[in-house]
């Protein structure tokens, strides 16, 4: 154990666990013995570490939650998974975090600079890249995959295996079967797409000139007219120079579990 830690007395640090420069753990805080806190991780109070996890410098985690004990899937057996955390995340209180299953990658990942607020749940297998955000008690089923700079909105639920973009939106109390467009923004009890997310795209420095580029591509590949497969290729041989636009039809083409959102009849980009 790092002696520069700064760890309360009445915290329980079991043997093994390791813990790096820095390290701040607050009163009644829990660490099981093969979790790792790398250099300047807080743990406000009475939050519990668990499992095989690992969490990035400078994460901090507020009272109450609950990171790296055992998945909510009934076919979990005790396999030895693990739960990665990057650097940087902020973990409000009563969010909960599991690690992978055998039936996935044996490991949940999250990514860097990521805020989680309060009773947001990240379930098995799931996969978070950077920025992320998950507002109040938004949900994530098992082997979710969450790109980069993307929002879930509170009291949203992400059906299992589902895809959310990157830089795109989920709508507060959405309900989330099918994959969302990197840009789209989703919302409706059950999540139907209502075009781009345009003020994230601004407030993250995309100019005019690509996110109307990714209007036009929106239209042509949500046009009534020809199949899904005929209005990807139209769009990549228009617009294959594009590297946003590309990102889309790529993620559509790519293998999957689960349908593409799509609009709703009435609405437009």
């Not at 295996?161 to 990157?166: E, K, L, N, P, S």
């Not at 467009?181 to 994230?200: C, D, F, T």
Request: net charge negative; with cysteine; proline share 4%.
């Amino acid at each position: 154990m790092n002696e520069m830690a700064k760890i309360h007395p009445t915290a329980i640090i079991e043997g093994g666990a390791g813990i790096g420069a820095n390290v701040g753990i607050g009163p009644y805080c829990i660490v099981g013995p093969e979790v790792v806190l790398d250099d300047g991780v807080t743990l406000m109070s009475h939050a519990v570490v668990n499992g095989r996890t690992a969490i990035g410098a400078n994460t901090k985690v507020f009272p109450f939650a609950s990171i790296g004990h055992q998945p909510q899937d009934m076919k979990y057996k005790g396999e030895p998974s693990r739960l990665e955390i990057g650097c940087n995340n902020i973990i409000r209180e009563h969010v909960t975090m599991h690690p992978g299953t055998e039936g996935g990658s044996m490991l949940t990942r999250v990514g860097n600079n990521c805020l989680f607020m309060v009773g947001a749940h990240v379930a098995h297998d799931c996969r978070i890249g950077d920025h992320a955000i998950m507002v109040n008690n938004a949900t994530l089923g098992g082997h979710v995959a969450v790109g980069e700079w993307a929002i879930v909105g509170g009291l949203a639920a992400v059906h299992q295996f589902a895809r959310i973009g990157r830089h795109s939106m989920v709508g507060g109390m959405t309900g989330v079967e099918h994959d969302v467009i990197p840009y789209g923004s989703v919302i409706g009890n059950r999540a139907r797409l209502q075009g781009l997310n345009v003020i994230g795209l601004k407030r993250r420095g995309f100019s005019r000139e690509i996110i109307h580029v990714l209007r036009n591509a929106y239209r042509l590949l949500f046009a009534p007219e020809g199949t899904m497969a005929e209005r990807l290729d139209d769009v990549a041989e228009l617009m294959h120079d594009n590297e946003p636009v590309m990102e889309i039809v790529d993620f559509i083409r790519a293998d999957s579990s689960r349908a593409i959102c799509k609009p709703g009849l009435d609405d437009a980009a």
